[in-house]
């Protein structure tokens, strides 16, 4: 149990282009979920906290107009990667929370923007 | 603002040596630590959690100590297998309210079990 998907696990695209990707509780539901960057050789920096029904709170200096965040349902969040430029290129990494509070992760998303 | 260090950030060893992965952090109101295993290009693996009241958590071949008042955990890996090579994390999560659920990460320890 607790799995959490990511789609796509991996995207290319040209600057200037918008970019979707979802996240998935499989077989829970989650009220809550984060979303992460990381850069190569860097850890994990939470960028927004997902609430399914109400706006994302998003970290110190994270553009929200730039990263839109969408919890939808129990089920699924998403994080449009808007006007994206290769300096949005990353791996991209979501987490959900079971009632435990404790966090299961997705595989992540590797975005690159050419 | 909390902090987790973790030391060393490469380390090498051959098969069979016992792993010791340190972790510090400079604030101790944690609710729990845990630690994860990434391989490259991969999300997270939940290894061993440990609450804040527990001292130590362990599973197969890993052990993980946690010492709240020093600010620090340690987690051991028996006799090492190439298997074992990957990047491991250790991430605090703060007490209720502050930061509800925000897990604060180290920048990890990359290991390398050569055969």
């Known amino acids: 149990g607790a799995v959490v998907s990511q789609h796509p696990s991996w995207v290319i695209c040209k600057s200037g282009t918008s970019v979707k990707i979802e996240c998935r509780s499989l077989?829970?539901?989650?009220?809550?979920m984060f979303w992460y960057r990381q850069f190569p050789k860097q850890s994990l920096m939470l960028m927004a906290t997902s609430n399914e029904g109400s706006k994302a709170t998003y970290e110190q200096g994270v553009e929200k107009d730039k990263f839109l965040i969408n919890h939808a349902s129990l089920t699924l969040s998403t994080l449009t990667v808007t006007s994206a430029h290769p300096e949005d290129s990353s791996f991209y990494i979501c987490s959900a929370v079971m009632y435990s509070y404790e966090q299961y992760f997705g595989p992540g998303t590797r975005l690159t923007v050419t | 603002k909390q902090e987790v260090t973790q030391i060393p950030a490469a380390l090498s060893v051959p098969e069979g040596e016992n792993l010791v992965l340190n972790c510090s952090f400079t604030d101790s109101a944690i609710y729990n630590l845990q630690w994860f295993r990434q391989d490259p290009g991969k999300g997270l693996t939940s290894l061993l959690l440990i609450q804040s009241s527990q001292r130590e958590q362990t599973s197969g071949r890993l052990n993980a100590s946690l010492d709240k008042s020093s600010g620090r955990s340690t987690l051991y890996i028996a006799a090492s297998q190439p298997g074992d090579s990957a990047t491991y994390l250790c991430?605090?999560?703060?007490?209720?309210?502050?930061?509800?659920?925000?897990?604060?990460f180290g920048a990890g320890t990359q290991v390398v079990v050569t055969p």
């Open positions: 077989d829970f539901q989650a009220t809550t």
């Open positions: 991430a605090v999560r703060p007490v209720w309210p502050d930061s509800w659920g925000k897990l604060q």
